[in-house]
């Protein structure tokens, strides 16, 4: 049985979603977490397809159990948090 204290931070059951790109390519992704970064969320999500990979977006909760991923336009920003998630995961 998983611990439920943190659902965006579950290691024991995997959730995954389906990333459907412009060019109508779609990709199975396990969600590797969720995470704050300068009062914004941010989620990684890492793709099922051998890569050593790791898409991250803004994340944005619209309901229960229900989230948007939000494209980070801004360079400097996307930068910033990647460099973000590499500090946590380092950490961990």
Same mark, same amino acid.
């Given at each position: 049985?998983?611990?439920?204290? %943190?659902?965006?931070? *579950? *290691?024991?059951?995997?959730?995954?979603?389906? $990333?459907?790109?412009?060019?109508?390519?779609?990709?199975?992704?396990? +969600?590797?977490?969720?995470?704050?970064?300068?009062?914004? =969320?941010?989620?990684? $999500?890492?793709?099922? %397809?051998?890569?050593?990979? #790791?898409?991250?977006?803004?994340?944005?909760?619209?309901? =229960?159990?229900?989230?948007?991923?939000?494209? +980070?336009? %801004?360079?400097?920003?996307?930068?910033? #948090? #990647?460099?973000?998630? =590499?500090? $946590?995961?380092? =950490?961990?």
């Amino acid at each position: 049985m998983s611990d439920n204290n %943190d659902k965006k931070h *579950q *290691q024991d059951d995997a959730d995954y979603i389906t $990333l459907e790109f412009d060019d109508g390519e779609s990709i199975e992704c396990e +969600i590797m977490g969720v995470f704050d970064y300068q009062g914004k =969320e941010y989620i990684a $999500l890492i793709p099922d %397809d051998e890569s050593d990979d #790791v898409y991250i977006y803004g994340y944005k909760e619209v309901g =229960e159990d229900e989230f948007e991923l939000v494209d +980070i336009e %801004d360079d400097e920003e996307f930068e910033a #948090v #990647v460099d973000e998630f =590499e500090r $946590l995961t380092t =950490e961990e």
